[in-house]
């Protein structure tokens, strides 16, 4: 007995639709996306918008930061950074150090001594003095620069830095040795102070202590260096061949004529010495050759207090008595 297979000729049209169907299910599910005549085909799952975000910028599925997140990331290890740098420099700073400095002696050699007052005023105005309780060699180097600056002092003899152990506790001991500049004339400065003057022209604080006897007082040379000069050269030439008390007053800004100011001395008996100006020296008339010609009229006269001016501003010295 055999089955015939072929179905017959009137049945045409479903053998048709059944060839269709097994191809459908001996074809391999396409991978394509099935188009809407397909009623068929699966349907892809739905994706959200957080999907598609997250899978365009990721293939591998880990979620990009936002920019938020970045910022914030960024802004804490800066913060972490600059941390670690102040904790770096406080144990730098705050570490194992030398003990604060509780005594500071000075060592005046050859010359005038400072009140400490004044003295403990120039450590006070050091740049780096809150390193001077843990000083090294470039702290030191740049206070003995510091104090070469003052214009009290005349140069910077040593400064050491040492520790002694006491009841509590170990202390540190700066020890400094300079030498002062010497006061020669007092001076009143523009805004009312009292100065001195020394043997060069520079302005000294008042607290140095002064020369010995009684001297002219100095006023109008303020802001002139050269003139400060020249005032004190003339002082130093007068002062070694006369009697310093003779002199009363010095003036740098003192009438010689109708046009031109310098310098003036006054005696104590009132008698007006035109010295002259700083630049005078170059018409041939310098300050020793002046104080020559001074000495010469003070002996040849004999009583100074008869002259009412003497005139050293030319190549021979004249003078006027008093009427």
Do not use: C
């Amino acid at each position: 007995m055999s089955t015939d297979l072929v179905p017959p000729p009137s049945d045409g049209q479903e053998l048709v639709e059944a060839a269709q169907r097994r191809r459908r299910r001996r074809a391999p599910r396409s991978r394509t996306r099935a188009t809407a005549h397909d009623p068929d085909a699966p349907r892809p799952p739905q994706r959200t918008a957080e999907d598609r975000a997250t899978r365009d910028t990721d293939p591998v599925g880990i979620p990009a930061p936002s920019p938020r997140a970045a910022t914030a990331w960024l802004a804490t290890a800066a913060i972490a950074a600059a941390g670690l740098l102040v904790l770096t420099g406080f144990a730098h700073w705050h570490g194992p150090q030398r003990p604060p400095v509780r005594a500071t002696a000075w060592d005046f050699v050859d010359g005038p001594r400072a009140p400490k007052t004044e003295a403990d005023s120039w450590l006070a105005r050091f740049q780096w003095r809150d390193q001077l309780g843990r000083p090294d060699a470039w702290v030191l180097d740049r206070l003995a620069t510091h104090l070469h600056e003052q214009p009290a002092i005349a140069g910077v003899e040593r400064i050491a830095w040492d520790t002694a152990v006491g009841d509590k506790g170990p202390t540190g001991h700066l020890s400094l040795q300079v030498r002062l500049r010497r006061a020669e004339l007092p001076v009143r400065l523009a805004d009312g102070r009292t100065a001195w003057l020394d043997n060069e022209g520079r302005i000294l604080p008042a607290a140095l202590p002064g020369p010995m006897g009684r001297r002219p007082l100095v006023r109008g040379i303020d802001g002139d260096a050269a003139l400060r000069a020249a005032v004190a050269e003339a002082w130093a030439l007068v002062a070694e061949r006369t009697d310093p008390a003779l002199f009363a007053t010095i003036d740098g800004d003192g009438v010689l004529d109708e046009r031109t100011r310098g310098i003036v001395m006054t005696t104590r008996h009132g008698t007006r010495i035109l010295w002259g100006r700083p630049d005078d020296a170059r018409y041939g008339i310098d300050p020793r050759r002046k104080a020559d010609g001074l000495v010469h009229v003070l002996t040849s006269q004999g009583d100074p207090s008869r002259l009412a001016e003497i005139n050293l501003r030319f190549r021979r010295e004249t003078f006027r008595v008093r009427d």
